[in-house]
């Protein structure tokens, strides 16, 4: 475990990580890439070899790569001068495939172009980064990428990563094995879509930062990371929940609001209402007052009429007697003395009954 943690803890180990998962990113671009190339190169080979198929089960014995070996058909000496004239360089590795498969198979073709140790390989995943780039050293068909010597630059590079004694790099390696890397992709995508990506794929792992976690560490990693999660969760609940009361209490607030708005509104028609009322009191009571007044005015002067009135008969009381009976005299004295005889009340009596003989005679008329 001291292996892994140092690994963890060395940049250089880490550096080294990160080249290999460059490599690993690259051949996965390589792959759809060699899948097309080998399929155009066993095509190429078929139109000039003609259909046929080797029906002899040709395998000769690898006699070298100067040497030309004895075939049973007239299908097989053709292919194996094909596929040596497409070889640009390096060594042709018969041995990887049995000549009667070259007409067949594309990748008994494509086999020899690459290193040793691909006998029983037949499919693209079977192949590593290092026989894709040996193939397309070695095969003019890629001639036309004009890759001079790029992939050279990145096969160095594979084989310092493969040999690196403590799988560390520094990071000056690093920057230039990227480098060597991204300009075989960029160089490749000119012609082939599947490499736009990788410069970009690059330059995230350069920049990554990582670190290599034990089972039992990233558990409680994840734990904690669950627990979190639930708490998140409980808190949005809870957070949900509360919002639903602040949105009831906004309505009841609004609801409120507008009560107090038709109280106020009413409270104000109702004052409206008390002033006008107390205005129309203070006029009443105005006139009122007016009234009031006037009539204590009146009743003052009834009051002093009365109070004359009153003095008046009191007089009258005290000197009517005297004048009466003075005046009296002085018409006795200067009046006829039967006259003198008739007293005051008897006029008196005698004037009513003449006015009622009066009244009773205006009564007898209008009947
Ligand atoms: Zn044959």
Redesign the pocket.
Known sequence: METFRQFDRDPNHKNWLKGIMVLEDLQDCLKPFIEDETEKLHEDLRNICGPRQ?????NPKYQGPNQNPV???????N?RKEIQNKHKSGKLMWKNSE??E??RDKWAVSKVYMPDGHKKHNSIDDFDIHSFLTLINQCKNFQRFELGELCNKVLNVRNRMMHSPRYQLDQEDLLDFLDRIRDLGDQLSKKNSGFKKLAEDINEILNLNFRLVETEELERMENAIYTAVQLANEYRDNQDSLNEVVVKLEQCISERDSQILVLRQRNKTQQKKHDWEIQRLQSALVHETTEHRNTKVQLENLHRELQEEKKMRSDEQKYWPRWREFTWRNWEIQNDPVKSLIKKEDLAGGLFAVLGGLLLALFAILK
């Open positions: 080797c029906d002899n089960n040709c075939f049973n058909c007239d299908v097989c000496p292919w000549a009667h070259w007409s």
